[in-house]
């Protein structure tokens, strides 16, 4: 591969880093095309760009980049597929599906502005709570006592709009 070639895909790389907020490092050793298909197929409907990258120009493209990635580093061997997203759980969602057969395995993440390095951290970051997720957890926190409010009046109204009927109907 010429240098120009290399500098070009870094510079990608280093576009997508920035592009996407959470990406996954994954490890493919071992899988057949017909596997990749399937993982490319699933990663497209769940809303990820997966590209198959060298180690070496993944390391430069994080070199390059603004934040520090240098716990990743020790994770950029063998075949490695980066799994790009805007939610951080989706893809360990998907992942999860395959732990029995244990390709693809995930090698480390960078989710929610915090790295994660090994496999086992796979339930940690499928726990973890995309955005839209936690609003709908506080809208609906915020909501609650209101409804209880609500509730409590309608049902004092009705108590109230009995007793004044059977006081009415009462013979005097």
């Known amino acids: 591969m010429k240098k120009e070639?290399?500098?070009?895909?870094?510079?990608?790389?280093?576009?997508k880093l920035k592009e996407y907020s959470h990406f996954y490092l994954v490890d493919v050793t071992g899988m057949?095309?017909?596997?990749?298909?399937?993982?490319?197929?699933?990663?497209?409907?769940?809303?990820?760009?997966?590209?198959v990258v060298k180690n070496t120009l993944l390391h430069k493209a994080f070199e390059a980049s603004d934040v520090d990635y240098e716990p990743l580093?020790?994770?950029?061997?063998?075949?490695?597929?980066?799994?790009?997203?805007?939610?951080?759980?989706?893809?360990?969602?998907?992942?999860?599906?395959?732990?029995?057969?244990s390709i693809p395995a995930l090698k480390a993440a960078y989710a929610e502005e915090s790295i994660y390095v090994g496999?086992?951290?796979?339930?940690?970051?499928?726990?973890?709570?995309?955005?839209?997720?936690?609003?709908?957890?506080?809208?609906?926190l915020l909501q609650s006592p209101a409804k209880n409010v609500v509730s409590a009046?309608?049902?004092?109204?009705?108590?109230?709009?009995g007793v004044l009927k059977t006081l009415g109907e009462r013979p005097e």
Not at 32 to 51: H, Y
Not at 153 to 161: K, W
């Open 119 to 140: 496999a086992d951290k796979l339930e940690e970051l499928a726990a973890l709570k995309s955005k839209d997720e936690v609003i709908a957890d506080i809208v609906a």
């Open 73 to 101: 580093y020790g994770c950029l061997k063998g075949n490695t597929a980066v799994l790009f997203c805007n939610t951080a759980n989706v893809p360990a969602k998907m992942l999860k599906g395959y732990v029995k057969e």
């Open 32 to 51: 057949n095309a017909g596997a990749t298909s399937k993982l490319r197929r699933e990663c497209f409907k769940n809303e990820i760009k997966m590209v």
């Open 153 to 161: 009046l309608q049902s004092g109204a009705h108590t109230i709009h």
């Open 5 to 15: 070639v290399k500098d070009t895909i870094v510079v990608e790389l280093g576009q």
